[in-house]
């Protein structure tokens, strides 16, 4: 059974944290963007606030990439 990796108010499973975080996409929530790192030390998954400023509707997020979160917000922000 997959463990609970929470980010922000995001639930998500592990192996759904370790593709985000493989694939280097970042979590768009209401308020803010999250990029998941790994700890290797405590072999776990975690949110890092990059931004603060979001575009879902309160209780959605979006995964997105670099190249999305840029054009979403107009400029650059996030390197490609």
Known sequence: MDNIVKIGRVELFEHEAREIYEAGKYILT???V???D?????????????????GARRGRYH????KELNHLFGHMIFNE
């Open 34 to 36: 999250y990029a998941v």
């Open 30 to 32: 209401y308020s803010k």
């Open 63 to 66: 995964i997105m990439t670099a």
């Open 38 to 54: 790994y700890s290797a030390a405590q072999k776990r998954f975690y949110g890092r606030g990059v931004i603060n400023q979001g």
